[in-house]
């Protein structure tokens, strides 16, 4: 759970400070990344939590571009958007996985376990 909250504050600051980056692709990476922590973090009992929830969090976005694919009078499918969903639910389920929050009395740690 400190993780999912580590990735909402951390996620958006870093996606929101991207210049040159489309709003839409941020949106999409931001979305598809937290959905990466939660589905890691209730994953995280199986044998590839990161693995597995990098592809539950990745779903949403390719199910939301196969729709825009059938039906291209009102949506637009984009190589991007699912581009930016893949690369937000590794990066979630990453941080997931590997990221803690720690609060203190007087401070507050981010510690990152594992290897990068």
């Not at 993780?3 to 991207?18: E, M, N, T």
């Not at 984009?78 to 941080?95: F, H, K, P, Q, R």
Request: aromatic share 4%; with cysteine.
């Amino acid at each position: 759970m400190r993780a999912a909250l580590l990735a909402l504050c951390l996620i958006p600051c870093v996606v929101g400070s991207a210049e040159g980056v489309e709003q839409d692709k941020q949106q999409h990476l931001v979305v598809s990344a937290l959905l990466g922590v939660v589905a890691t973090t209730a994953l995280e009992d199986t044998r590839h939590p990161v693995l597995y929830g990098a592809a539950v969090a990745s779903i949403p976005g390719v199910l939301k571009e196969v729709y825009d694919a059938r039906h291209p009078g009102a949506h637009t499918a984009s190589a991007a958007d699912l581009a930016a969903d893949v690369i937000g639910a590794v990066t979630g389920a990453w941080l997931g996985h590997n990221a803690a929050l720690h609060v203190g009395k007087r401070r507050v740690e981010v510690v990152l376990r594992g290897r990068f």
